[in-house]
């Protein structure tokens, strides 16, 4: 019985696209997390006035609790008239007609990924200023002595020192993005091409009491997690060694 739960549950999460809606949500959100997280540490390690209120400015995404920025990105998504979003595109006539984006395929998954980066990008931002302050000053002044732009300087000086704390934080959010529920959950209810594998298992193990076939999706979820897993261990060790 449950092998015949695994093989029919396998079968069942390939036809409803949940593994694949898994993997492109955990890719592109965590890519967009590390890329805000890194242009974000990039202006912060400038100096000029305000930072310290720009920096705390960019934790409060982090630090909120999860249920009230969800509520409040429903909010301003709304298609009702309060909803923010479809007040300002209609008021500037760029829509007819309000549109409930975080009910509509495409949309919805476009926007639960926007969250998401936005989100978690804090934690980016973090671990990468500090490995950019921690980055030889003299060797950004030999290169402009020997007249590097401040392009150059990025790609041939920034970049090397940032490649094993970019590597190890987009394993780390890939493996933890994978494994999210409560913010799909909050926002979408993982309906409208949202449904991702720790959605699904839930439906089944909660919803429709079907435990089985909750464990065989919680099974796949995991085998999943720990090829993750693998590659950020390998990751690690490798650049131990290097060291």
């Known amino acids: 019985k449950v092998f015949n739960d695994f093989a029919f549950k396998y079968h069942d999460i390939t036809n409803m696209g949940a593994a694949l809606t898994s993997v492109v949500y955990s890719f592109t959100a965590t890519i967009l997390a590390v ?48 909803g923010v979003v479809n007040y300002l ?34 934690f980016a931002m973090l671990m990468i200023l500090a490995r950019l302050q921690a980055i030889d000053k003299s060797l950004y002044e030999a290169a402009s002595v020997d007249g590097a732009k401040s392009w150059a300087q990025f790609w041939y000086i920034t970049l090397p020192e940032l490649r094993y704390v970019l590597g190890a934080i987009f394993l780390l959010r890939l493996i933890w993005t994978f494994n ?10 993982g309906g409208f091409g949202t449904k991702v594998l720790p959605i699904l298992t839930y439906e089944f193990s909660f919803k429709l009491f079907s435990f089985g076939k909750g464990a065989a999706t919680s099974m796949i979820l995991l085998v999943m997690l720990i090829v993750f897993m693998i590659f950020y261990i390998g990751f690690v060790m490798k650049n131990i060694d290097a060291d």
Do not use: C, H
């Open 180 to 189: 999210k529920f409560e913010d799909i959950f909050l926002l979408t209810g």
């Open 89 to 122: 595109l209609t008021s500037a006539n760029i829509i007819q007609t309000p549109i409930a984006f975080l009910a509509q395929r495409g949309w919805a998954l476009v926007l639960v990924i926007l969250f998401d980066g936005w989100r978690y990008f804090p």
């Open 35 to 82: 890329f805000l997280g890194l242009i974000a540490s990039l202006l912060l390690n400038q100096p000029f006035k305000g930072r310290g209120a720009l920096r705390a400015l960019f934790l409060f995404s982090y630090i909120a609790p999860i249920v009230s920025v969800a509520f409040v990105w429903r909010w301003m998504l709304d298609p009702k008239p309060s």
